[in-house]
T-cell receptor
Framework: AQKVTQAQTEISVVEKEDVTLDCVYETRDTTYYLFWYKQPPSGELVFLIRRNSFDEQNEISGRYSWNFQKSTSSFNFTITASQVVDSAVYFCALSEAPGGSYIPTFGRGTSLIVHP | NAGVTQTPKFQVLKTGQSMTLQCAQDMNHNSMYWYRQDPGMGLRLIYYSASEGTTDKGEVPNGYNVSRLNKREFSLRLESAAPSQTSVYFC???????????????FGPGTRLLVL
């Protein structure tokens, strides 16, 4: 069975600090997808990134970067020079595809608080 | 292109009342999902519909029923609401991997439900 663990329940940083959100997953499939979503205080769920199991290349998008390591089953998310607007709950998710449909499993989320 | 829409945004029910949450997507996605979000619990899958005409139970289906009305619409019904169903409900949609669909889930804005 698939499982996603976000061990950090809450992280508090001061603006301009770098912060890394951890995500560890478990799966028996060789083909799977990993995702990060952001949920700001307004409540909507915003898609940030998707990675498939065959692509271990790290990705950078502005101040955001993602480190995917199959050897440690981790898909960590780093925010460089954090800003108050980064304050949100961040969810990591894993999606296997038995039978062709996606049944994603979400971690419990990490609440990031960025203080001015 | 509205993405995923949900109605209503807020609802207050008394114990025992029934209601239907509506969800529609205009992205031509095959799969649709209903989640509930409770504090500290992340997102838990209630029901999903891999394709039009099929529905399956998720992690927490008790007390709910669903209808995949057509490819665009997927409704969630509470037949006899209970205080334990107080939550935020999210609808999501995605493609179908075998048919080469978009693998990412896109979420609606959510429905806040309070059962007294």
């Amino acid at each position: 069975a698939q499982k996603v663990t976000q061990a950090q329940t809450e992280i508090s940083v001061v603006e301009k600090e770098d912060v890394t959100l951890d995500c560890v997953y478990e799966t028996r499939d060789t083909t799977y997808y990993l995702f990060w979503y952001k949920q700001p205080p307004s409540g909507e769920l915003v898609f940030l990134i998707r990675r498939n199991s065959f692509d271990e290349q790290n990705e950078i998008s502005g101040r955001y970067s993602w480190n995917f390591q199959k050897s440690t089953s981790s898909f960590n998310f780093t925010i460089t020079a954090s800003q108050v607007v980064d304050s949100a709950v961040y969810f990591c998710a894993l999606s296997e595809a038995p039978g062709g449909s996606y049944i994603p499993t979400f971690g419990r989320g990490t609440s990031l608080i960025v203080h001015p | 292109n509205a993405g995923v829409t949900q109605t209503p945004k807020f609802q207050v029910l008394k114990t025992g009342q029934s209601m239907t949450l509506q969800c529609a997507q205009d992205m031509n996605h095959n799969s649709m999902y209903w989640y509930r979000q409770d504090p500290g619990m992340g997102l838990r899958l209630i029901y999903y519909s891999a394709s039009e005409g099929t529905t399956d139970k998720g992690e927490v289906p008790n007390g709910y029923n669903v209808s995949r009305l057509n490819k665009r619409e997927f409704s969630l019904r509470l037949e006899s609401a209970a205080p334990s169903q107080t939550s935020v409900y999210f609808c999501a949609s995605s493609g179908h991997v075998i048919w080469g669909g978009e693998v990412t889930q896109y979420f609606g804005p959510g429905t806040r439900l309070l059962v007294l």
